[in-house]
């Protein structure tokens, strides 16, 4: 199987309450934050956010209708700097983190989210392509956990109630996975009329129970891989009933590529081109994938006549 792509059973699953048409998703990840992890090695406290961000970037993107990229991006200060997650819209997953290994607590997976990036902000971004706009918020981090930060954008710049349950782990055999449900209701139910006979208090009661109901399902339920996605949902919500949709998979997929390498090497001068040359090549990394590609001076040399013979 390629670097480049592992198909898996890891998927978004999204559903509905009834009778209230509250929305919601499960997200469970293991294979795809397993091969992610494993080829940064990254320290267990930048594992641990960077595993749940890859379960809630596709969380909170499949509540869009889009045809592109969304960006789930933490900007800290010290020691985290970066937590990148971006999702395509048929579900290519990849991620990286920048962060200072002389300050931070390899070990511990318990600090707060605040003393792990020294503040910033996390990004929500929508990229569709050059012809279409591109959609950003952006939130303070000034709560302890990813979760929370998320509440707080939703209930305060989209005005939609938010409740998310993530939890994720680290196996005894070193991976991280993890699993999340998110549900959302809106100032009015999916723009939907409500059943008949029912009225907008009913609704409010339904909500409430919905997250009580969310809230009392436990990281152990969340993370046991024995029971499907959908067993779950209906364990938590059969009283009122829940709909369930197709699911559709995630997979481990980057999307670095030759012509963007050797676009950004054409548009360096030829001092830039000098100063990148170690033993007289040119590597380039992807920071997402790890993928090298290597440059020469011969595989340099073709590569700027085929520039001039254009």
């Keep these: 199987m390629s670097r480049k792509q592992i198909a898996t059973q890891d998927s978004i699953l999204p559903f509905q309450i009834e009778p209230y048409y509250l929305r919601g998703r499960f997200v469970r990840l293991s294979h795809v934050s397993k091969a992610i992890l494993h080829r940064h090695q990254y320290p267990d406290s930048v594992a641990k956010l960077i595993t749940e961000m890859l379960i809630l970037a596709p969380c909170l993107s499949s509540s869009l209708k889009y045809d592109g990229v969304f960006t789930l991006q933490v900007s800290g200060q010290d020691p985290i700097k970066t937590l990148l997650v971006d999702v395509t819209s ?12 002389e300050k931070i607590n390899s070990d511990s997976t318990n600090e707060p989210l605040q003393k792990l990036t020294g503040g910033g902000y996390i990004a929500f ?13 952006i939130v303070e981090l000034n709560k302890n956990s990813l979760a929370d930060c998320v509440h707080d954008y ?10 998310v349950n ?22 009015f139910p999916g723009g939907k009329q409500l059943p008949i006979g029912a009225t907008q208090e009913d609704y409010e009661e339904a909500w ?5 109901m969310l809230a009392s399902c436990t990281k152990t339920e969340l993370l046991d891989t024995a029971e499907k996605p959908n067993e779950l949902l209906y364990k938590l919500f059969h009283e009122t009933g829940v709909r369930i949709y197709p699911k559709k ?9 030759i012509e963007k390498i050797e676009n950004m090497l054409l548009s360096l001068n030829t001092e830039e081109r000098q100063d990148l040359r170690v033993d007289g090549k040119i590597t380039v990394t992807c920071e997402f994938c790890k993928v090298e590609h290597t440059y020469d001076e011969h595989r340099l040399e073709k590569l700027l006549l085929t520039r001039n013979d254009h």
């Design 166 to 187: 993530l939890s994720v782990e680290k196996s005894f055999s070193g991976a991280w996975h993890g699993a999340a449900i998110i549900i959302q209701k809106e100032a």
């Design 154 to 163: 939703f209930r305060n710049s989209e005005q939609i109630e938010t409740i």
């Design 90 to 101: 048929n579900g290519a997953l990849r991620a990286y983190a920048a962060y200072n290994p």
């Design 208 to 212: 409430r129970n919905a997250a009580i």
């Design 125 to 137: 971004t929508v990229d569709q392509g050059r012809n279409e706009d591109r959609y950003q918020g």
């Design 249 to 257: 998979f995630l997979k481990d997929e980057c999307r670095c590529s």
